[in-house]
């Protein structure tokens, strides 16, 4: 804070920081629309203008392009509608998700790879993500929680590790 004085300008914490944190493909009670939830571990705002998310990576295609001015807090989230409805605003994407298997992908304006998953079938209102908040460690969630920070882990819960690479 800057009470009483000049505000300073503060550079926004870089994307590539971004994790992939949770997502749903199978909503129905709890959560009737499926989202992926995008995390910024770092302690500043992290700036997403011009950042693609995409469900097929490895075709190179950049489905859904964030719009300009578009932050996520520091140790924050935004929640994206996976529906592929655009019209119904910026927080939608331009694509669904396969709840047999698939793949979410962020990539920078310039085309390179901030993060990537592969998920394998998934279960009616459970979600899959990282635990906790940006680990490279991937197991389920229930209930899921968009908005909020994921469960650690207990003991005796199967997980897979993230290896991804494209």
Same mark, same amino acid.
């Given at each position: 804070p800057t009470f009483g004085g000049p505000n300073i300008a503060q550079q926004p914490a870089d994307p590539h920081y971004t994790k992939i944190n949770?997502?749903?493909t199978r909503g129905r009670t709890l959560f009737p629309e499926d989202f992926v939830e995008l995390y910024n571990p770092e302690p500043i705002p992290a700036d997403l203008t011009g950042v693609f998310l995409t469900d097929a990576p490895r075709g190179g295609m950049r489905m859904h392009?964030?719009?300009?001015?578009? !932050?996520?807090?520091?140790?924050?989230?935004?929640?994206? @509608?996976?529906?592929?409805?655009?019209?119904?605003g910026p927080g939608h994407l331009a694509f669904q998700l396969s709840s047999d298997q698939g793949?979410?992908?962020? !990539?920078?304006?310039?085309?390179?790879?901030i993060?990537? @998953?592969t998920y394998g079938p998934q279960t009616p209102d459970v979600s899959e993500g990282r635990r906790p908040n940006g680990a490279p460690t991937i197991a389920f969630i229930s209930p899921p929680t968009p908005n909020a920070p994921?469960?650690?882990?207990?003991?005796g819960i199967t997980?897979?590790?993230?290896?991804?690479?494209?």
């Open positions: 949770e997502w749903l392009q964030v719009p300009p001015l578009s !932050f996520i807090d520091g140790y924050g989230y935004i929640v994206l @509608i996976a529906d592929g409805n655009t019209n119904a793949e979410i992908a962020m !990539f920078d304006p310039a085309g390179i790879l993060d990537c @998953i994921n469960p650690a882990l207990q003991p997980v897979s590790n993230v290896l991804t690479t494209l």
